[in-house]
């Protein structure tokens, strides 16, 4: 039985397969986290309930055919690790929400991924893709798609028929054209296309046929450790959508920060080190779980616009971050 992750953040987290495996039937959140391992075991197919599958900054260079057989998984995450492909097993993944592949090295998207027709979420950047298959265009369903520091000359038309798609990054690739269908993307919200073969006239261009839809140009960064090996140069950090729980460890040192976008995470808490990026002038928090926003960001002198659109605040805490923002325009 499929849970909501709500249910799923109750049954708790098991973090090593052999564990898993003493008792297969209680397991729903494998989290194996920081480690050297370099291969998921075959044996992971007899766990049968679960259904949030992480190994983050690891080893891995694959993932076993035995996934295939893990049809509960809603959220896949091996980001950090050492993966060259995708089995083709993964189309049997059916119930795949999230797929995190982000800081691999992949060159080839399998076209089996146009199976996984309920994605919402498909991160692949960071890798090493040369093309895109066609057969992304059956995820209609998928709200925010990464592509960005890839090696892609050209995107499918088909990429016109993700009829919900809200958040689309492409930058640093080396695209100098869009596909017609890009204008088909009604819902889209946001499109960035910093870092690609783009002429000033091209730039115009884009602007035009998308005249309802922010088309950012400008260099963004999309990962924290990046960012936080040239600290004074960071000015926008986008972490839309990359599955945080907690406020980014050393953000407090990105102080010429403008722009932080940390939308479509799993925050509950802004940390007080909110109050020590002076510079902030947008903050982008909506649709996570935060029900506590720290006094610090009372300190924000020059932020000017805020977004908690669907979290959990009540109205006292809204409240106090109206008075603690007097001059802030704020979107709860």
């Known amino acids: 039985m499929l849970l909501d992750f709500d249910e799923l953040e109750k049954k708790g987290y098991y973090h090593s397969v052999d564990d898993a495996l003493k008792e297969p039937e209680k397991v729903y ?87 996984l027709t309920k994605l919402e979420f498909l991160c692949l950047d960071n890798n ?6 066609v057969e992304i265009g059956h995820l209609t369903k998928l709200e925010v798609l990464h592509l960005n520091d890839n090696y892609l000359a050209q995107i499918p038309g088909e990429i016109g028929q993700l009829c919900h798609l809200k958040a689309f990054n492409l930058s640093n690739n080396q695209l100098s ?58 000015y926008e950090l986008d972490l839309r959508g990359k599955n945080f729980s907690q406020f980014p460890f050393n953000i407090e040192k990105l102080t ?32 996570n779980y935060i029900r506590e926003v ?5 300190q924000l002198e020059k932020l000017e616009y805020l977004n908690l659109q669907g979290n959990r605040l009540d109205f006292e805490e809204k409240e106090k971050i109206k008075k603690l923002l007097k001059n802030c325009d704020i979107n709860f």
């Open 256 to 287: 010429e920060l403008k722009k932080l976008d940390l939308g479509y995470n799993q925050l509950e808490i802004i940390a007080p080190e909110i109050g020590k990026l002076k510079n902030l002038e947008e903050i982008y928090l909506e649709k």
């Open 177 to 234: 054209h869009l596909p017609p269908g890009i204008t088909d993307l009604k819902e889209l919200e946001w499109i960035t296309l910093g870092e690609n073969l783009f002429s000033e006239d091209d730039e115009r261009k884009i602007r035009k046929l998308l005249p309802h839809v922010d088309v950012d140009f400008t260099k963004i960064y999309y990962n924290i450790y990046r960012a936080l090996k040239e600290p004074h140069r960071v």
């Open 29 to 115: 959140n494998l989290q194996l986290g920081h480690s050297d391992i370099t291969e998921i075991p075959t044996a992971i197919e007899k766990l049968y309930n679960l259904q949030t599958l992480t190994s983050i900054e690891s080893k891995l260079t694959k993932l076993p055919s035995e996934i295939g057989k893990l049809t509960d998984l809603q959220k896949l995450r091996f980001d950090e690790n050492l993966i060259t492909h995708i089995c083709p097993e993964i189309q049997y993944l059916t119930n795949l929400k999230y797929l995190y592949l982000s800081f691999n090295q992949l060159t080839q998207i399998p076209v089996e991924i146009g199976k």
């Open 294 to 298: 720290s006094s610090e960001i009372g």
């Open 128 to 133: 090493n893709l040369t093309q895109i298959p």
